[in-house]
């Protein structure tokens, strides 16, 4: 029972299961960090915001997760009061990585506190298109839809998302968790979205 235990702690450490807190006091002082913010159900670790959070570990980031635990706080405050004591210019990369309601938290956040920091968008809503109000955040922003997703008119976001000069995938028939009715093409799908993701971090990293 004992070498068992061990052995889950051993693979737990190196797949980075106990290091995603949402205390910054946990921090290491690396120069990368990313910051992943959930859905309202859609949880860090389901399969985008965990493989994303692997992938960024590998490439040296420090991870921190934000969570909605506070029912009588709105969601974008517990998302403030987290993020209110980083000091963003300590860093010479940042990352946000969200998830449906996340985008537009992170949005607006990113707007009222006028940061340079990238944003990796998964399903996003139309509000964090809004709150970014600038058509130049293309620059800094990636987006992932599919075309079923019940949560967003996807026309107005492909067309938002044009205007803005954001770069947005899409793919046929996948809903608001971005999978398929046929199950058998959602680990390709989330491969692709993978492999995007990383050539994205890759580039700004090498670019910075």
Same mark, same amino acid.
């Not at 450490?13 to 913010?37: E, M, N, P, Q």
């Not at 987006?143 to 967003?152: E, N, V």
């Given at each position: 029972?004992?070498?068992?235990?061990?052995?889950?702690?051993?693979?737990?450490?190196?797949?980075?299961?106990?290091?995603?807190?949402?205390?910054?006091?946990?921090?290491?002082?690396?120069?990368?960090?990313?910051?992943?913010?959930?859905?309202?159900?859609?949880?860090?670790?389901?399969?985008?915001?965990?493989?994303?959070?692997?992938?960024?570990?590998?490439?040296?980031?420090?991870?921190?997760?934000?969570?909605? /635990?506070?029912?009588?706080?709105?969601?974008?405050?517990?998302?403030?009061?987290?993020?209110?004591?980083?000091?963003?210019?300590?860093?010479?990369?940042?990352?946000?990585?969200?998830?449906?309601?996340?985008? /537009?938290?992170?949005?607006?956040?990113?707007?009222?506190?006028?940061?340079?920091?990238?944003?990796?968008?998964?399903?996003?809503?139309?509000?964090?298109? /809004?709150?970014?109000?600038?058509?130049?955040?293309?620059?800094?922003?990636?987006?992932?839809?599919?075309?079923?997703?019940?949560?967003?008119?996807?026309?107005?976001?492909?067309?938002?998302?044009?205007?803005?000069?954001? /770069?947005?995938?899409?793919?046929?028939?996948?809903?608001?968790?971005?999978?398929?009715?046929?199950?058998?093409?959602?680990?390709?799908?989330?491969?692709?979205?993978?492999?995007?993701?990383?050539?994205?971090?890759?580039?700004?990293?090498?670019?910075?």
């Amino acid at each position: 029972m004992k070498r068992l235990l061990s052995l889950i702690i051993v693979l737990a450490l190196a797949t980075g299961i106990f290091a995603c807190s949402a205390d910054t006091s946990d921090l290491r002082g690396s120069k990368k960090l990313a910051v992943l913010f959930p859905g309202m159900g859609y949880t860090t670790d389901r399969p985008l915001l965990s493989e994303s959070r692997k992938l960024l570990e590998k490439e040296g980031y420090e991870i921190l997760c934000i969570e909605w /635990e506070n029912p009588v706080k709105t969601r974008y405050d517990q998302a403030s009061e987290i993020l209110d004591s980083i000091n963003f210019y300590e860093y010479e990369d940042v990352i946000f990585v969200c998830k449906s309601i996340g985008t /537009e938290i992170a949005s607006t956040y990113v707007a009222k506190h006028d940061l340079d920091v990238k944003q990796i968008w998964y399903t996003p809503l139309m509000g964090a298109f /809004e709150a970014c109000d600038s058509d130049d955040c293309g620059d800094t922003i990636i987006a992932f839809i599919g075309t079923s997703d019940g949560r967003s008119d996807v026309s107005q976001i492909r067309e938002k998302a044009a205007r803005m000069n954001i /770069e947005l995938h899409l793919y046929d028939g996948c809903d608001h968790s971005l999978e398929c009715k046929d199950a058998s093409k959602n680990r390709e799908i989330l491969d692709d979205i993978m492999k995007i993701t990383r050539d994205y971090v890759i580039k700004d990293i090498h670019e910075a």
